[in-house]
T-cell receptor
């Protein structure tokens, strides 16, 4: 069985500050890990994904995440927050190639950017 | 531009009504999924399909049903809607390159 824990349902950062959204996973098989962003009244958009290649993954909009097996973590970061980053972020795990199998999602983190 | 389409975007209906949420994709993907999302909660898989005439129930028990008669179409039906069905429903399809999600249908049953 797989699970994902996102620490902090709400995170607020000032514009220009570092964004750090935490995700820890549990998986009995090598995981494939994903971060999705959801803007209000929209579907989910893939930010980045880890599929057992490089442990530091770069995504869209300046986001990146580092896979740390020893810590079972896949935290999402962005060096400088922008107002347009305000959204809901979901971490997800899959146990199949290329993430085209069932995803297990975390509960999400709502990111607020303070002007 | 989205390649997976969900209609309607918003729906308010009375208890006991039958409804169908539409989901269509133009990418030729075999695998399609329905997720249910409540506010402040994670997405839960309620149905999936690996191809025409293939449907399975997901991890979260749901009173809804689905069909897959054509590759591009994966509708979800509630025979008798109840207030407990109020939620957002997200449709998705996948290829080897990952998931594509629709914009969702926000359902309110009054």
């Amino acid at each position: 069985a797989q699970s994902v824990t996102q620490l902090g349902s709400h995170v607020s950062v000032s514009e220009g500050a570092l964004v750090l959204l935490r995700c820890n996973y549990s998986s009995s098989v090598p995981p494939y890990l994903f971060w999705y962003v959801q803007y209000p009244n929209q579907g989910l958009q893939l930010l980045l994904k880890y599929t057992s290649a490089a442990t530091l993954v770069k995504g869209i909009n300046g986001f990146e995440a580092e896979f740390k097996k020893s810590e079972t973590s896949f935290h999402l970061t962005k060096p400088s927050a922008h107002m347009s980053d305000a959204a809901e972020y979901f971490c997800a795990v899959s146990d199949a190639n290329f993430g085209n199998e069932k995803l297990t999602f975390g509960t999400g983190t709502r990111l607020t950017i303070i002007p | 531009e989205a390649d997976i389409y969900q209609t309607p975007r918003y729906l308010v209906i009375g208890t006991g009504k039958k409804i169908t949420l539409e989901c269509s994709q133009t990418m030729g993907h075999d695998k399609m999924y329905w997720y249910q999302q409540d506010p402040g909660m994670e997405l839960h898989l309620i149905h999936y399909s690996y191809g025409v005439n293939s449907t399975e129930k997901g991890d979260l028990s749901s009173e809804s049903t689905v069909s897959r008669i054509r590759t591009e179409h994966f509708p979800l039906t509630l025979e008798s809607a109840r207030p407990s069905h109020t939620s957002q429903y997200l449709c998705a399809s996948t290829s080897n390159y990952g998931y594509t999600f629709g914009s969702g249908t926000r359902l309110t049953v009054v």
